[in-house]
């Protein structure tokens, strides 16, 4: 790799997941148009949201974190959708996601070896808490959404076994997520 590239580090979804996830997507987007939906394809978790770099400062970030992920040897684990809820609130909403429900711990624990990682690679610390979510869909200028208009996911559960580096590609069609490194979880498991 050469050049700078934008990274994050992430966990991908199930097909089933990302289609119950823009269920909500028709009647909301009616009635307010002003909601930008991320495309199915490109719903995920992100752990770590790594900026714009030097493309070999990925490839430190990839061995730091494949170290940390083995010496602390991450089990796969279960999540399951959660209620939908706005950043940084429904009363003006830039941000619609899913909240995240089942094994946040792990979860939680693995956006902070990310960050460790990060730090030995580089990379600063994010400045914001860590939220379990999935970015549903933005908008530009802040809207209010009442709570009751807000969608029901079914709660599927599903096994997070991988997380992988991203290569973001910012398009004006929208982001593209290229797949550069990515690490099994639950290696040895029964």
């Known amino acids: 790799m050469e050049g700078t590239i934008r990274t994050f580090l992430s966990i991908e979804l199930p097909p089933e997941v990302r289609r119950i996830l823009l269920s909500g997507r028709e009647p909301l987007g009616k009635k307010y148009p002003g909601l930008k939906w991320v495309d199915e394809k490109a719903l995920h978790i992100t752990l770590k949201f790594c900026g714009e770099a030097p493309s070999q400062r990925a490839e430190v970030y990839a061995e730091s974190l494949g170290h940390v992920l083995k010496n602390r040897g991450f089990p796969s ?6 209620p939908p809820g706005g950043l940084p609130s429904l009363a003006a909403m830039r ?3 899913a909240a ?3 094994e946040t711990q792990t979860l939680r624990s693995l956006a902070e070896a990310a960050e460790e990682a990060g730090e030995r690679s580089g990379t600063e610390r994010s400045s914001r808490p860590f939220l379990p979510h999935i970015t549903l869909a933005r908008a530009r200028n802040p809207l209010r959404l009442p709570r009751e208009e807000l969608p029901f996911f079914s709660p599927v559960a599903w096994r997070v076994n991988r997380v992988v580096l991203m290569k973001s590609t910012l398009l004006p069609s929208g ?5 550069l490194y990515s690490w099994s979880l639950g290696e040895g498991e029964v």
Do not use: M
């Open 77 to 82: 684990f279960s999540l399951i959708p959660g």
């Open 100 to 102: 995240l429900e089942g």
């Open 95 to 97: 941000i619609l996601y």
């Open 175 to 179: 982001p593209l997520y290229t797949p």
